[in-house]
């Protein structure tokens, strides 16, 4: 079954699909405030990374944004790197490309657990797993030594630090400036805790926020709640790109 998404897109939608449920049974997307937050914010020639694709919802939005850029998508598992490759496809959009492997901090192979939107490296041992191994990469490598990224969506379940850790070369050239990602209280099973995360990328200049799209409000802060949130992660010019470019949001 398809579904007509962000107008003139077509999203897949698959029975199989914690996504494609919310959009048959509830009628409602995933990630409200982000999606919105990445409507109002993607620029035509910008370049988007979205790390843990999936099939490609927030893709298909970014692609409507961004006509002369570039829109990068890593995803490991292999069964939805065939649909997100599908979904891509069937939009006709050519100016994304599809890197099927697990972004980490070491090149190397893992094991993954889990599937559709719940897919991630396995935290234990690979003999602890029975699904695919997959390649896993640094970002700084794989995107190379000049990579700009305008925006960067991080969903891995749990290991985020580990994808950053990856990225660091990005950091130091000040070529990240925001990062939104999932805080779900899963980094305690890659061994260590949210809160360590949060203070690393404050180190590194980022001040951490939640968005509230009906507010029109970007809310910086040290303390988040325990459920699943999505958080930005932003640098003194990733704040400066926002108050440009979503003229409406208060910084409070």
């Known amino acids: 079954m398809r579904f007509r998404a962000f107008g003139n897109r077509v999203f897949p939608c698959y029975t199989d699909s914690i996504i494609a449920k919310h959009v048959m049974y509830r009628s409602e997307w995933f990630d409200h405030d982000l999606l919105h937050f990445m409507h109002d914010y993607l620029r035509p020639d910008d370049h988007y990374l979205d ?3 999936n099939t490609g919802l927030h893709v298909l939005l970014a692609s409507t944004r961004i006509t002369t ?3 990068t998508c890593v995803e490991a598992d292999p069964a939805n790197v065939n649909r997100l490759r599908q979904t891509l496809e069937w939009n006709h959009i050519n100016n994304a490309t599809v890197l099927p492997v697990a972004a980490s901090d070491a090149d190397g192979k893992t094991t993954l657990e889990g599937s559709d939107v719940f897919t991630r490296m ?4 690979d003999a602890d797993s029975e699904g695919p191994v997959v390649e896993t990469v640094l970002l700084d490598t794989a995107l190379g030594p000049e990579a700009r990224i305008d925006f960067c969506k991080i969903d891995v379940e749990g290991a985020e630090w580990q994808v950053l850790r990856g990225m660091t070369g990005l950091m130091e050239r000040e070529a990240l400036p925001v990062v939104a990602f999932e805080f779900n209280g899963r980094f305690a099973e890659y061994g260590h805790s949210g809160e360590d995360f949060l203070g690393w990328l404050k180190l590194r200049g980022y001040s951490v926020a939640t968005y509230d799209h009906d507010r029109r409000t970007l ?3 040290d303390d988040f709640p325990a459920e699943t949130v999505d958080l930005f992660a932003l640098t003194p010019r990733g704040r400066a790109l926002v108050g440009e470019r979503l003229l409406e949001v208060r910084q409070v």
């Open 51 to 53: 790390v843990g694709a």
């Open 122 to 125: 396995s935290p234990g041992s």
């Open 219 to 221: 809310h910086f802060g």
């Open 69 to 71: 850029g570039r829109i």
